[in-house]
């Protein structure tokens, strides 16, 4: 089974700082997702990455697919408080269209505090 | 626009009592539906998934159950609770295999 592995598992930054949160598979991604969560809440969903060397942005975070689609990273530029969270990286195990209907195995996720 | 809920948002239960705990979606139909734990607030683990009426997949053996009654409805539910069945319970959909969007959570207290 496909097992992900998120570092580091807690991260203090100041406000202003960047920072990168990495997210490795043991096996080859077929999707990856990035899903952000306050505590006591519901996952927020990022971005989603499916080719290899695949980049997006949104607002001032980054994530990155490596080219042999085996690792991610969560690149936040100028951490701000409302930064602050857990962040989680989600990923499917086969083609979409395979036996998997979809289901994904998740990291154990990145706690980010910014201090202001 | 979809949006999906869960019910109740907190819950507090003795041993050996039993569950039942409600997710709903709307603005979407034949949704995938997913149920997973989170415990100690970090990764979480799949419990059950459905791809529709009444066709439940379970991940993990275990002291629960899930029933698809309606489209947009998926439930969780024990016979008897354990303590280990403590923790954070998240519903997902996804439009077939496409990304999961989760719900606010049930936290579920079993003393």
């Known amino acids: 089974s496909q097992e992900l592995e998120q570092s580091p598992q807690s991260l203090i930054v100041q406000e202003g700082k960047n920072l990168t949160i990495n997210c490795t598979s043991s096996?080859?991604?077929?999707?990856l997702y990035w899903y952000k969560q306050k505590y006591g809440e519901g996952l927020i969903f990022l971005m989603m990455l499916q080719k290899g060397g695949e980049e997006k942005s949104h607002e001032k975070i980054t994530a990155k697919l490596d080219e042999k689609k085996q690792q991610s990273s969560l690149h936040i530029t100028a951490s701000q408080p409302s930064h602050a969270g857990i962040y989680l990286c989600?990923?499917?195990?086969?083609?979409?269209?395979?036996?998997?209907?979809?289901?994904?195995?998740f990291g154990q996720g990145t706690i980010l505090t910014v201090h202001p | 626009s979809q949006t999906i809920h869960q019910w109740p948002a907190t819950l507090v239960q003795p041993v050996g009592s039993p569950l039942s705990l409600e997710c709903t979606v709307e603005?979407?139909?034949?949704?995938?539906l997913y149920w997973y734990r989170q415990a100690a607030g970090r990764g979480l683990q799949l419990l059950f998934y459905s791809v529709g009426i009444g066709q439940i997949s379970s991940e993990v053996p275990q002291n629960l159950s899930a029933s698809r009654p309606q489209d947009r409805q998926f439930i969780l539910s024990s016979k008897k609770l354990l303590l280990s069945d403590s923790g954070f319970y998240l519903c997902a959909w996804a439009p077939g295999v496409g990304t999961q969007y989760f719900g606010p959570g049930t936290r579920l207290l079993v003393l």
């Open positions: 096996k080859t991604l077929y999707g």
């Open positions: 989600g990923a499917a195990g086969e083609p979409a269209g395979g036996t998997s209907y979809g289901k994904l195995t």
């Open positions: 603005g979407t139909s034949n949704p995938n």
